[in-house]
T-cell receptor, first 113, second 115 residues
Framework: AQSVAQPEDQVNVAEGNPLTVKCTYS??????LFWYVQYPNRGLQFLLKYITGDNLVKGSYGFEAEFNKSQTSFHLKKPSALVSDSALYFCAVRDSGNNRLAFGKGNQVVVIP | DSGVTQTPKHLITATGQRVTLRCSPR?????VYWYQQSLDQGLQFLIQYYNGEERAKGNILERFSAQQFPDLHSELNLSSLELGDSALYFC??????????????FGEGSRLTVL
């Protein structure tokens, strides 16, 4: 069964500094990878996805993610963090064999002014 | 606004009771997913329906059941409620033909509190 690991519970970063949220995955087939963001008392919002092609994927709000097959990773990045980026970030994976989307436990990102 | 509508937003009930959560997917979406979010378990996949038929089942308890109606809205029924069922329940939908590559669009969730 597919799974993702988000090793850090919380990521603290100063405003204006680069932000990285880590994710590693495990699938039996080809991985389809997703990042979502959740603001307090809200549903999850889609940020970006990797299906195939270029390993660097660009998404919403200036976020991007890099797919690394050899390291089975899909880290989320933003060059310059904003206070408004403070939220809960989820990595998710689906393998090509089924439609079930498995989520990681989430990372709380705190951007310090 | 994702276009996915969930009702009710908040629900408080007692142990042993039964509740029904309702979801209307985005216009045109055929797939509906249900997820449970709790502090200790994270975001757990419960069940998926596609055009009225069950497509995949996850960690859904036998006390829970779901269905998708001909108009594509879905309901999640939770019965014999326990304190541990207190959680945020999300519905999500995805577009037709998207299959495994399609992103999910989430509703705002229904927060269930069992006292």
């Amino acid at each position: 069964a597919q799974s993702v690991a988000q090793p850090e519970d919380q990521v603290n970063v100063a405003e204006g500094n680069p932000l990285t949220v880590k994710c590693t995955y495990s699938v039996s087939g080809n991985p389809y990878l997703f990042w979502y963001v959740q603001y307090p008392n809200r549903g999850l919002q889609f940020l970006l996805k990797y299906i195939t092609g270029d390993n660097l994927v660009k998404g919403s709000y200036g976020f991007e993610a890099e797919f690394n097959k050899s390291q089975t990773s899909f880290h989320l990045k933003k060059p310059s963090a904003l206070v408004s980026d403070s939220a809960l970030y989820f990595c998710a994976v689906r393998d090509s064999g089924n439609n079930r989307l498995a989520f990681g436990k989430g990372n709380q990102v705190v951007v310090i002014p | 606004d994702s276009g996915v509508t969930q009702t009710p937003k908040h629900l408080i009930t007692a142990t042993g009771q039964r509740v029904t959560l309702r979801c209307s997917p985005r216009s045109g979406d055929l797939s509906v997913y249900w997820y449970q979010q709790s502090l200790d378990q994270g975001l757990q996949f419960l069940i998926q329906y596609y055009n009225g038929e069950e497509r995949a089942k996850g960690n859904i308890l036998e006390r829970f059941s779901a269905q998708q109606f001909p108009d594509l809205h879905s309901e999640l029924n939770l019965s014999s409620l326990e304190l541990g069922d207190s959680a945020l329940y999300f519905c999500a939908s995805s577009g037709p033909g998207q299959g495994a590559t399609g992103e999910l669009f989430f509703g705002e969730g229904s927060r269930l509190t069992v006292l």
